[in-house]
């Protein structure tokens, strides 16, 4: 493989920022033992000029949450005419809007749990416990409570009992104004990333989530010891091969490229629901992407190297 010089983004200035410093660390060591040249840069007001000046081969964005996932980082490394592994901006804000991406996949008869998303305007406007009592008809309990936008499950909540519902509201209105309420789904969850390659998407082993808890919050996902992870996951063949088909469904659906994280639900039944979908998939030492990269017999270095090779070739192909 020819010698590429990579800047890996990382930082940035959302709620995520600890995380992301945390991934973007893992993926340049990653990248290093892959062969490449590797520089970290965070996402701040000396980015352009040092884009301009160094001039990297490519660009690989390990921001979460805000500008790392919602296109405005994308939006301006197009604007630059640099290469970037990962989804285009368009992509990204249908994606990064959790209400969006739902529909997008209902609309074509894919499963995701019953969902309302209400602005904070509606609660001030209409009366907070008229809506709740609503929502509450409309949905039955329990309900999972989290940001229209965002990630890590900042602000995700389980209300069981109605009387929970205010508080809930407030602690999931501090991360965005809108919040999406979905009928909440008992089963088995997991998580697939899907990789592009020379053959198109594919799903790579599903990751199974055992937090201790109950709930996979943020403290579930990024404390040690926290969380049991099977990878792959235990699912028999046929639901198995259902949620990698809905993983790569999604990504299809929604125009993501090069790398994308599916997390969805199985159903006693063996339903499989969508639940969100991620461009910026977390590269922590506890995160999901590395552990099914693991599972496939890959190693993550190898895995973005191709990556950056991708997005290099298509900016040569334009």
């Not at 990382?10 to 991934?23: A, C, F, I, N, Q």
């Not at 979460?64 to 980082?73: A, K, L, T």
């Not at 088909?245 to 929604?254: N, Q, S």
């Not at 461009?279 to 590395?290: I, N, Q």
């Amino acid at each position: 493989m020819t010698d590429r010089f990579v800047a890996v983004l990382s930082g940035g200035l959302s709620h995520e920022r600890e995380v992301s410093v945390r991934s973007g660390r893992r993926l340049s060591a990653a990248l290093r033992s892959a062969g490449l040249t590797v520089a970290e840069w965070d996402a701040d007001g000396g980015l352009l000029p040092r884009l301009r000046e160094e001039r990297p081969d490519a660009v690989v964005v390990a921001l979460h949450g805000g500008e790392g996932e919602n296109g405005s980082i994308q939006s301006v490394l197009e604007m630059l005419g640099v290469p970037f592994v990962g989804t285009d901006p368009r992509a990204c804000r249908r994606a990064w809007d959790k209400p969006t991406a739902k529909a997008e996949l209902d609309r074509v008869g894919l499963a995701t749990p019953d969902w309302v998303a209400l602005p904070h305007s509606t609660f001030r406007e209409l009366g907070a416990q008229a809506v709740l009592d609503a929502l509450v008809e409309r949905l039955g309990l329990p309900l999972m409570l989290k940001p229209d936008q965002g990630g890590s499950a900042l602000g995700a909540q389980v209300v069981r009992d109605a009387t929970e519902l205010p508080a809930a509201m407030v602690g999931c209105l501090a991360y965005a104004d809108t919040v999406l309420a979905e009928r909440f789904v008992e089963g088995v969850e997991v998580a697939v990333a899907v990789v592009e390659g020379p053959d198109g998407p594919r799903a790579l082993p599903a990751v199974e989530i055992v937090p201790e808890s109950g709930i996979y919050d943020y403290d579930a996902r990024y404390t040690a010891g926290l969380t049991t992870y099977h990878a792959p996951a235990r699912l028999n063949e046929g639901t198995a091969t259902a949620v990698g088909e809905l993983a790569v469904a999604a990504h299809r659906l929604l125009g993501l490229r090069d790398v994308s994280r599916t997390d969805a639900i199985v159903a006693p039944d063996g339903r499989v629901y969508f639940l969100e979908v991620n461009v910026s998939p977390g590269l922590t030492e506890t995160s999901l992407l590395p552990m099914a990269v693991e599972a496939a017999g890959h190693s993550l270095g190898q895995v973005y190297a191709g990556l950056v090779e991708r997005a290099v070739s298509r900016a040569a192909d334009r």
